[in-house]
């Protein structure tokens, strides 16, 4: 887990780096030439991000938090894990997308909050939806939530920064329009950089949350097959439904939007057709090796989670760990 939290360290001060130039190249065209202002501006950015963060993502995800009388089983699964992991009980959600999936977001491990969406009541057994809960009590015990929070909102706010000055900015003289110009170029590269950071953190913590879960008690196979379902589940949505969470996708279990695409690989370790990946289908990738094509590679370095294959393929090996 150390190597784990010297990546996020490090991914963190990119961050404040990446963050910092925006700000100085933004107060520079605004006529700002203050270093000490820059350097405080760019502390106070972190701290909206640190205190709004978990809200952004609230209503980005239509949640709705509940209480132990509301759903029973979800909640005494969520107790049951957080007792297991050693740390606070976090708050339970329902987020209203149709989406399979879950996630775990907050500023700490005492303002852990784990939610599932309304698309994975019903798709999971009661072991497969324990074991994708233990993923995400396990992002929260790593402490990668509150990164991962800051992360994915910066881009977004970068983003509309860009699209200010590129299309907005520069409306009242041929100066102020190149001057806005350079500044909204400037702020979508900073937007590619930090949307790369959000996917390289997000893979990182993917393969130790999935451990995380295994080491909570639950059965590799178990959460392969709740993958594979989310996989599954995710490829019959229209296109219209993923697009509503195409920005917070880094939070969930799998990425919905690669579903199509994964399920064809993932069909193929389901040699009895079950709908399912058992015990000994896991067992059966364990001694065959992943290779990806070049095809593979570029799409898994431009996504939010790793290639579906090699995470099973991982998970086969920590079954007999």
């Not at 072991?127 to 809960?133: G, K, M, S, T």
């Not at 881009?155 to 909204?184: H, T």
């Not at 199509?260 to 399912?276: A, F, H, M, V, W």
Request: include cysteine.
């Amino acid at each position: 887990m150390w190597y784990l939290k010297l990546r996020m360290y490090i991914l963190m001060a990119v961050l404040f780096a990446i963050v910092y130039a925006a700000v100085s190249v933004i107060s520079f065209h605004l006529g700002i030439t203050n270093f000490y202002f820059y350097l405080v501006l760019s502390f106070v950015i972190m701290l909206i991000q640190y205190l709004l963060g978990p809200k952004i993502v609230e209503w980005s995800m239509k949640v709705r938090y509940i209480k132990e009388s509301e759903s029973p089983e979800l909640y005494q699964t969520v107790r049951s894990l957080a007792t297991l992991a050693k740390i606070p009980m976090p708050r339970v959600g329902i987020s209203d997308l149709a989406i399979p999936n879950a996630f775990a977001f907050g500023r700490s491990i005492r303002d852990g909050r784990i939610c599932v969406t309304r698309g994975i009541m019903g798709l999971l057994s009661k072991e497969e939806l324990r074991a994708v809960l233990g993923h995400e009590m396990s992002h929260i015990r790593n402490r990668d939530v509150l990164t991962i929070t800051i992360l994915s909102v910066i881009p977004m706010i970068l983003y509309r920064v860009a699209w200010q000055f590129l299309f907005f900015g520069g409306r009242r003289d041929r100066n102020q329009g190149s001057s806005a110009m350079v500044v909204g170029l400037a702020a979508f590269l900073f937007y590619f950089l930090t949307n790369l950071l959000v996917l390289y953190a997000s893979r990182i913590r993917e393969y130790f949350a999935d451990k995380g879960s295994v080491d909570l008690g639950n059965n590799p196979a178990l959460l392969a097959s709740a993958l594979y379902k989310l996989v599954y589940g995710s490829a019959r949505m229209p296109k219209e439904e993923l697009k509503t969470a195409e920005g917070m996708k880094a939070f969930f279990v799998n990425d919905p939007s690669r579903a199509l695409n994964e399920l064809k690989d993932l069909r193929e370790l389901d040699l009895d057709r079950s709908g399912t990946i058992s015990p000994q289908e896991l067992d059966a990738l364990r001694n065959k090796s992943i290779k990806l094509n070049f095809g593979d590679k570029l799409l898994e370095l431009f996504s939010t989670h790793p290639n579906m294959l090699k995470r099973i393929k991982r998970l086969s090996d920590w079954r007999y760990a």
